[in-house]
């Protein structure tokens, strides 16, 4: 399998010493997805839990359902070494993605999503579930102490200082699910598909966490898994705010300490 970290030798400079030593790097690699055998899309990510991001990422860009996916599975060519960084998923017989003209050629890298998305209203009307009336409500003191609980399961972080999280937490602040990944895309992802895989979509009365920023294509992607609140220890984006708004989900930001902005749904948060 493919390695979540590597050492790498540096030259240690501070004020008047220099050294050479070596740091523990997050590992980044691509992967690509096909389904039932045909490309579909290339992503830079963190090796490790590939079988989720892949599911993943079907579901929250509105690709397939959860239960239309059959099998996952690693795959290259007989002639060529196994590197893990190749996953084809078959769909259940019958099954067909939907079209959205032109050939199908999703790129995306750890810095963002995929670029170019569609309007916020064709991103609702792709949505299977509806958050609007989720009766999740959350102590505003419970909220604020996820970072920490969050923070503390990190464990490739903690050597590598280089990797974003997200994290899913039930009503009652205990933490389901932490996927960390150089991507903050791709770690929603992957909680996304291991709910997926366990069955568990709609995520409703629950609470995602973001260890950055929440942009555009988050928010999308806890609205396509049903999840009711996102919050992030950062700032959201404009259209961040406007898709949580349009959805009825509940977005908090700037999640630090005991302080919080909330930006829309407030009435979840007692």
Request: one cysteine or more.
């Amino acid at each position: 399998m493919a390695t979540v970290t590597a050492k790498r030798r540096l030259l240690r400079i501070e004020e008047d010493t220099r050294k050479v030593q070596f740091d523990t790097l997050a590992a980044e690699e691509p992967l690509e997805i096909r389904v039932d055998g045909n490309p579909l899309a290339v992503t830079m990510r963190t090796p490790g839990n590939d079988f989720e991001l892949a599911a993943g990422f079907l579901v929250t860009e509105g690709l397939v359902e959860p239960g239309q996916i059959r099998t996952i599975r690693y795959c290259v060519p007989e002639d060529e070494p196994q590197q893990y960084n190749v996953l084809s998923v078959d769909l259940v017989p019958g099954t067909a993605l939907p079209s959205v003209g032109g050939p199908r050629n999703f790129v995306t890298t750890s810095a963002c999503g995929l670029c170019g998305k569609a309007s916020i209203d064709t991103v609702r009307a792709r949505a299977n579930f509806d958050v609007r009336d989720d009766e999740l409500a959350i102590d505003a003191g419970l909220l604020a102490s996820l970072p920490d609980r969050l923070r503390a399961a990190q464990r490739v972080f903690d050597r590598t200082g280089g990797l974003h999280a997200a994290g899913l937490f039930d009503a009652a602040g205990e933490l389901v699910c932490l996927r960390e990944d150089v991507g903050r895309h791709n770690a929603f992802d992957k909680v996304v598909g291991w709910a997926a895989l366990e069955g568990r979509l709609p995520l409703r009365t629950h609470v995602i966490l973001a260890s950055g920023r929440a942009s555009f294509e988050l928010t999308q992607k806890a609205l396509m898994a049903g999840i009711p609140l996102l919050a992030a220890v950062s700032a959201p984006s404009t259209l961040a705010v406007e898709l949580a708004e349009e959805a009825g989900m509940t977005l908090v930001g700037f999640l630090r300490g005991n302080t919080m902005n909330v930006y829309t749904g407030e009435r979840r948060v007692a």
